[in-house]
């Protein structure tokens, strides 16, 4: 990847997220609120805050939907094609890296699908009856963002082998002990 297209993936990035989020602040600004100002979720966000608004907010529940899952799935989607890609690539070089390479990615897919996955649900239905966004949330919270160093720990050579010792040393323990 050239220095150059790096900044333009950069700033782009930066561009929509900075676009997306004054559209929200925008909506929020100038919604009238009534009522409870409570919001039974994790996720202090939009969906929620139009929740509490004193108006028929089908059409502006229906733009947040439509927005931030054009966002979730077009960053999902920009994601898995660069996977795709960097196969693809690895593939046509015959040096022995597409092991390697696939061990990578699939651990880099399997944090992504877990972080997306839960923002995906979250974000196309914003408006759940039952309490599945507060456990989405402590996936996308908590597990996730652990679950990488715990993979490329595991993946590290030196503990491996210490594992391999720890889980000897409790089998060995397990069988003097019976």
Same mark, same amino acid.
């Not at 050239?2 to 600004?29: E, K, N, R, T």
């Not at 927005?67 to 996977?83: A, K, N, P, R, V």
């Not at 210490?162 to 000897?168: F, K, Q």
């Given at each position: 990847?050239?220095?150059?297209? %790096?900044?333009? +993936?950069?700033?782009?990035?930066?561009?929509? =997220?900075?676009?997306?989020?004054?559209?929200?602040?925008?909506?929020?600004?100038?919604? !009238?609120? %009534?009522?409870?100002?409570?919001?039974?979720?994790?996720?202090?966000?939009?969906?929620?805050?139009?929740?509490?608004? %004193?108006?028929?907010?089908?059409?502006?529940?229906?733009? &947040?939907?439509?927005?931030?899952?054009?966002?979730?799935? =077009?960053?999902?989607?920009? +994601?898995?094609?660069?996977?795709?890609?960097?196969?693809?690539?690895?593939?046509?070089?015959?040096?022995?890296?597409?092991?390697?390479?696939?061990?990578?990615?699939?651990?880099?897919?399997?944090?992504? &699908?877990?972080?997306?996955?839960? %923002?995906?649900?979250?974000?196309?239905?914003?408006? !759940?009856?039952? !309490?599945?966004?507060?456990?989405?949330?402590? &996936?996308?919270?908590?597990?996730?963002?652990?679950?990488?160093?715990?993979?490329?720990?595991?993946?590290?050579?030196?503990?491996?082998?210490?594992?391999?010792?720890?889980?000897?040393?409790? +089998?060995?323990?397990?069988?003097?002990?019976?």
């Amino acid at each position: 990847m050239s220095p150059q297209m %790096c900044s333009l +993936l950069l700033s782009g990035v930066w561009l929509i =997220g900075i676009i997306h989020s004054v559209i929200q602040l925008a909506f929020v600004v100038n919604l !009238p609120f %009534c009522g409870p100002n409570e919001i039974d979720s994790f996720y202090c966000d939009l969906p929620w805050f139009i929740k509490l608004a %004193c108006i028929d907010n089908y059409r502006m529940e229906f733009l &947040v939907t439509a927005i931030s899952g054009f966002i979730s799935l =077009g960053t999902f989607s920009l +994601l898995i094609i660069s996977y795709i890609l960097i196969l693809f690539s690895v593939w046509k070089h015959p040096s022995g890296g597409l092991s390697k390479a696939l061990s990578t990615l699939s651990a880099h897919i399997s944090v992504v &699908v877990l972080f997306f996955g839960s %923002c995906i649900f979250v974000y196309m239905w914003p408006f !759940p009856t039952v !309490p599945v966004d507060k456990f989405l949330a402590i &996936v996308d919270f908590l597990i996730t963002p652990i679950l990488n160093p715990v993979i490329y720990t595991m993946r590290n050579k030196d503990m491996k082998l210490a594992m391999r010792r720890l889980i000897g040393q409790l +089998l060995g323990l397990r069988k003097i002990s019976k």
